[in-house]
Structure formats: structure tokens, C-alpha cells
């Protein structure tokens, strides 16, 4: 902000000799700005007040004279502010290349004696190259406009009274920097070209080389950038065109080139390195075994630990899910989680070099070593059920690891892989005939009754006759439908859970969508850190009582209405969502398997726009949990934060207007304070519960002044009825209690 605090004397200038003084404004960064200046003057100049303040950085600054080019309708600025060091005044430079979206780089820089001047350089817009025909560089043509805005900045330090016998004018202590200052442009400032040719900031490149330092490639270091956008910022398509936030991968190649020369660490070394890291953070948390040179690393973090801890139903019922990242490296990463009120919560991260029976058996050994006698919930032994995909590696890892529990195949996982396997264009099925083959699959695998299900395929292969591949699949499925089919298997019921499926399908694409390329020592580091995170997020959400939505991409909030009014539905499940682009264009979007056939997905294997809309347009309540049991939100702090949330900490936060806030909310508030605070002062004095009932009444005031200015007339109604409750029974008991003899 700025404020007017004093009037200077300036000048509004033309440059044929023309000449008014008025009274200009100083500027200070903390306050709001005053400027004294008619209208007619500001007209004169071309500019706009508001143009000279949206421009300058928040900074002390006073403006001294304004220029009026009248031949080329722009203006100069000339100003002064408290930068003290060379220091200051790039920074003072890099926020305002920041504010106006506009960069410069130095034309030259003058060499100073610190006699007069301490600093003194030249810069000219980042779209003036002084690029020369003939120069056969074409990379600076493609941004050179011959951009016009220009920037003088000098330092004045000015130390004697007299320079070689000529009087020195001291410097203004307070605002020893002046600036002049043409900002005029002949680009589009905030356009997409400008924004894709501004600098890479500090921030972003501290970003970048904390990545490298993890182990990162360039490559992973981006998608791992882009992660991080795409979770924090509600403008990420806009965020991908600035270079500053993110850099085009030669910016990145560069940086990485920079800092890797002259270290040689092995993997080895690395992995190492970064479990020692992550026992030092928190005792037992990481471990890692080598058998040759094949590896299997175990990730139980603390909130892995209180999530094992907790769960009643890690007894019951384990997901485990596989993903495999890059083929140069061919690691998979392996995710045990269990159902919760909240979703799906991890138990444990795996990740072994290979696919290996041995790698992944003492994995899940080193996951029961790190844990303890707590794992599942309490059970040793393992849980009543393991729901895996299509691997049987491990499979057979979890028999041999927990040989009293079951192993069958997860619905979810098994209808999404089926459902990306007809839409292949290898196995050339006809896109009409795509729904149709994975509803009669479907049919067979919600069978009621074998004789029902036995009917459904033979029904299915018969319909598929034409499609040699797919009876082939089909066959070598219903070889083993003990382990898919529900009416083989009713002792186990359904085996599934609508939460934990969706969860764990948008968490496989949504957060390891842009892990494929990430190698062992990346994955480290983004499954301790992020992943972590990322569970931390929603359960604070839950305990909170905030719709836990956060599922789905930020920007994800609802579905445009030429969207919605377009969506056609083939069939159950199945939709046709129309592009953004264009209009006439359709894509295919299953919402039972979550899968789409937008190049989005094909290419990045990752949630797109049309699945999350299709997720809002069939079933919103399945992204949109909220908790009102207190001993559950209870339990999600402690899961989350490692320790019991203050009874404040659990007030129930209004997820949608403040008129929703009830009476019963507030008086039971209300009450609940007085009860508990009343238990903890029985044993006191009486000057002690007079002290610590004046700080209830207190604390019942803030609260309620609270909801009053939120919610007023919900909140009338609550005092009304708070006031009859007191009346009813507080006072007669305090009468009763203050003439009692015995006590």
C-alpha cells in the first residue's frame, strides 16, 4: 500500500518547454496513497494515477517529476526510493519486473568510483534485443520488438561536498536511489508470448536445485514442479505459460548441468543417504535391503504408523495397489491402504527394483518389522482380506507373508484395467461395440448366482465372436473367477468399498500419474514428503468438518454449462463429454473404470478435465464427505498431527453459508465448555474456579460474538434458546449449591 504523508514540490514536464509546478506526493509503502494533482495535468501526461501506482512495487518511494512525450504519447517517470546498497535495488528491480510482468535485462552498466555514484546501470525491455538484420540469430528475433521502455537506476553515495574543485550535491539520505523510468511498451503486456519469455526467478530455481539435490533429472524435476502447481495454485493453465513459475525444459537442462558437474554419488549412496534422512526425521520410519544389486525399500511414515494404529478395519481389509515408474528404471511401487470414513488411508509404501517374488516378500517383511505388534490394526497375522490387482508376484508375496488371510482381486482395479484394454487401439474393438463388451463383463462379475453368471459369459462370448482377442482374455479370466467373480466367493461379500475404490483409482492417476518417469531416489523423496502430504491434508480437512474434496484438481469446482448441457450418456457409466475446443467433438468417458480417451490421458495416464466433470455430474457425494461424529475428527487430528486435537480445535467449520449454522450447533458448543471446564476445576479453590469461570464466560463471549458477526439470526435463535436453558436450570442450581450448608 501507499500513503501520502508530506508534499513535495515536483514537476509535471513537457518536452517542447513546457512547464507547470504542482504539488506532487511523497509515497510510503505501508499506508494508503494521497495525490495531489488535478486531473487535467494527469491528462496532459497520458497517464493515469492508477497506471503510476499499479505499477510500482510496494515500496517507499517518492515521485519527483512526470514527463509528457506529446510526439509519442508516453510518459517518463522519475523517482526516488529508500534503497540503501546494491543489494536493495535489485531487489527492489525484481519486484517490480514481478508486478508488471514485464522484464529487463542490462543494456550496460557504468563503472563508479563510489565517490559520487555507487551504483549505476542501464536497462532496456527483455523485447529489445538490438537485434541487426543480417545477424542469423534467429532465436532473439522471435522476441524482439524493438521494445521502446528503458530504465535508468543510480545509487547516489556521494561523500565530499566538492569533486575536483566542483561542488557535489548530496544525495537525499532517506532516498538516495533514483529511478527513471519509461514504461512504454509496444507488446501486450500478460499476453502468453511475454509471459513465455520472462526469466526464471530465484524461487524457482531454489526450487529446482532442492530437486536435483533429491536425485531429480530434469525431466522429473518439471513434472514434479507441475505437481506442485497444479495442487497449490487455482490459475495452473495460466501459471504453465509464465516462465518465471515455470521453465521450459532448457531452462531446466541448464540449471541441472550447472550443479551436477564434479558429483559423482552412486545410487547406492543416494538411497543410502536418504534413509538415514528419513530415520533422522523419525526413528524407524524407512528401511532398505539389498540382495545384489536388486534393492526393496520400505516407507512407513509416522502418519503410516497412527493410520495402522487407528483403523478397525485394517483388520479386515488391506488394498494393495502397483504402479510401475519409468522402463529405464523398472521400478515398482507397491500402496497398502485401508478404507475410512474419510476415503482411503496408506498403511505403507513398497518399492523394489523388480517385480520379483523374493524383492516384494521381504518388503512386506520389512513393512511388518518397521510397524510392530500395531500393524493392522493390531493383527499380526494379517488382515481377513487382501484386495490386489492383476500381479501375481504379489499374490503369492502376501500368502507367503500372511498365510491365514485371502487374496482376490479388486473390482476397481480390475474394471479399470479392463476397460483401458477395449479401448487400445491395438486390440482394434470397434468404438461402438466398447461399451457393450465391458457391461457384459460387468454383468458377470456382479452376478447374483453361479448358474446367472455362468449364463452371462457364455452370453458375452457369443456377442464377442468377432473379436478373437477378446474371448481369448475373457477365457483365461474365467479360469480363475474364484478370485473376481462375487457369487463365487459370498462368504467374502463384495470385497469393495465405493470410497476406497474411487479413492484409490483418482490417487493412482492423480498422484503417481506424473511419477512415471521418476526413478527410486525421486520416488524416495516424493512419497515421504508429498504423499505424506498429501493424506496429512484430507484428514485436517475431515477433522474439521470440511468437505473433503480434494480429490479431484483444484480448479475442478464445477462443470461449464455448454458442457453440461452436452453431455450424452450411451449407457451406465458410459458418457460422451464434448471438447472444449470443439464443439463437434466427443470423448469417451467411462465413469466406472475413470477412464477417458482424450489425448490427456492416453498420453499422461492421469485424471483429465472430462472424468472430473463426469465425477461431478453422476455422483459430487462421493467427493464431498463430511464428518460429524467428534470422537471420529478426533481421531483424524491425531492420525494427521500425531497428538489430540484442543476441544476448540474441533468446532465444526462452515462448509457452505453461514446461515447453515444451527442452534443445536451453537448450545451445544457452549455447553460442552462449561461441562468440561467445569470437571477440571473440582479439586481447585474458590478463587481458582472464579478465575477460571470468568475465562469461560470469556471464551462463551468470543464464541458467540463470533457467530453473531458469521451468522446472526441462526445465532439469535441459539441465545434465546441458551438464555431459557440457564434460566430453567443454572440458576436454581447455583442458588441451591450457594445455600447448601454440607458443602
Known sequence: MFVFHSTYNGIVKSRKNHCSRKSLGQINRKMVFYFEIDEEHLQKASVSFQEIQDLLPNWDTKITQLYKYENKGFYEVVLLINAQSEAEVKEWLEQYEERSKCSYTVASTRKTTGMKVGFKQFLRCRHNTNYKKGSGDSKRLSRNTNCESRMIVTLRTATRKKYRGKPVNAPDRQYPCEIRLLPCHNHPIGSDEVLGCRPVSKATKQKLANLFDYGHTPSTAMACLKLELQSSRDDYEHALKDRSICPKYQDTLQLFNSRSRGKSETTRELMLGKIREFNEQSPNSAAIEFVGDEYAICLCPPLMKRAHQKSTVASDMVFVDSTETSTHHASKVHVLSTTFECGALPLGVLITSTEGLDLITLAYRMLMELVGESIFGGNPEGPQLFMTDDSAAVQTALQITWQKSSVLLCNAHLLQSWWRWLIK??????????????????????????????????????????????????????????????????????????????????????????MKKFNSIQ?????????????????????????????????????????????????????????????????????????????????????????????????????????????????????????????????????????????????????????????????????????????????????????????????????????????????????????????
Not at 482394434?428 to 462379475?445: E, N, T
Not at 457369443?462 to 477378446?470: K, L, P, T, V
Not at 474434496?549 to 451406465?572: A, F, R, Y
Request: charged residues 25%; negative net charge.
Open 425 to 514: 487401439a491395438d486390440n482394434a474393438i470397434r468404438q461402438d461395440d466398447q461399451p457393450l463388451l465391458f457391461h457384459d463383463f460387468r454383468d458377470i462379475l456382479y452376478a447374483r448366482t453361479n448358474c446367472e453368471c455362468s449364463t452371462m459369459y457364455e452370453l458375452a462370448l457369443s456377442r464377442a465372436a468377432q473379436y478373437g482377442n477378446y474371448c481369448v482374455r475373457l477365457r483365461n479370466y474365467w479360469q480363475i473367477k474364484e478370485q473376481w467373480a462375487l457369487c463365487f466367493r459370498p462368504q467374502l461379500a463384495n470385497g469393495s468399498n465405493p470410497k476406497i475404490d474411487s479413492s484409490v483409482r483418482i490417487i493412482k492417476d492423480r498422484i503417481f500419474g506424473l
Open 523 to 743: 520416488m524416495l523423496d516424493f512419497v515421504y514428503n508429498n504423499f505424506t502430504q498429501y493424506y496429512q491434508k484430507r484428514l485436517l480437512d475431515a477433522s474439521t468438518n470440511r468437505p473433503i474434496q480434494n480429490v479431484l484438481s483444484p480448479e475442478t469446482t464445477l462443470i461449464p454449462g455448454d458442457i453440461l448441457h452436452n453431455i450424452k450418456t450411451l449407457s451406465e457409466d458410459i458418457y460422451w463429454v464434448p471438447s472444449t475446443k470443439n464443439s463437434e467433438v466427443f470423448h469417451v468417458v467411462n465413469g466406472e473404470a475413470l477412464d477417458c480417451t482424450c489425448i490427456y490421458k492416453r498420453s499422461l495416464e492421469m485424471l483429465c478435465k472430462h472424468i472430473e466433470w463426469i465425477c461431478l455430474y453422476t455422483k459430487p457425494e462421493r467427493f464431498h464427505v463430511e464428518i460429524s461424529n467428534m470422537e471420529l475428527r478426533a481421531k483424524f487430528y491425531f492420525i494427521a498431527e500425531g497428538k489430540y486435537p484442543r476441544q476448540q480445535q474441533l468446532f465444526p467449520e462452515r462448509s457452505q453459508s453461514s446461515d447453515n449454522c444451527s442452534t443445536e450447533v451453537i448450545t451445544v458448543l457452549v455447553e460442552d465448555e462449561i461441562k468440561d471446564e467445569g470437571d477440571s476445576c473440582n479439586a481447585r479453590t474458590n478463587d481458582v474456579i472464579i478465575e477460571e469461570g470468568t475465562e469461560i464466560v470469556k471464551n462463551i463471549c468470543t464464541q458467540l460474538t463470533r457467530y453473531l458477526r458469521e451468522s446472526p439470526n441462526p445465532a439469535l435463535v441459539a441465545l434465546k434458546t441458551l438464555e431459557s436453558q440457564l434460566q430453567g436450570e443454572f440458576q436454581p442450581l447455583c442458588h441451591k449449591l450457594s445455600n447448601d450448608k454440607t458443602l
